[in-house]
């Protein structure tokens, strides 16, 4: 017996997943939220979470240093900030904070020196650093890509505000 004839530009290219040996619509579905798991954290609001040895010492450093105010208590010594474009960023009480030596949270402004006089007019120090390839002046460092300054927050986590070349 022929194979049946195909129409012409048209093929059919069936895909076999293990627990979907009838193949046709269970298959498709299967592929379907395979790839959505793949593309799911790439269209995914990240949330940066920050740790604070006293988080009623760093809410108030948050207010009154940086204008920000939480925007959701989460449980027990935890809450919840709103800033720009759907980002967040969750502080929890815990002892480890202030041990991580990276930056551990940035923002990007398109005016790194307005966002800078505003910070130090309320009392935030703007850290120099001199490393192998990272040098500030004045708390800025400059790059092909942009420039950046950093400052820790009450609970010694390096924070970091930079603007884009």
Known sequence: MAAPARRKGRSRARIRIPGTETGGSIAIAAVICALKGIIMLTDANIIAVLPAKDINRAKEF????LGIEP??????????????QGTRFLMYQTE??????NTQMGWETDNLEREMEELRSRGVV?????F????????????????????LDSEDNIINISQRA
């Open 62 to 65: 948050y207010r009154d240093k």
């Open 71 to 84: 925007s959701e208590s989460m449980e027990e010594g935890s809450v919840m900030y709103s800033c720009g």
């Open 96 to 101: 480890n904070a202030g041990t991580a030596k």
């Open 126 to 130: 703007f850290e120099d650093y001199d």
């Open 132 to 151: 192998p390839g990272l040098k500030t002046e004045n708390g800025v460092a400059s790059a092909d890509w942009g420039k950046a300054a950093w400052f």
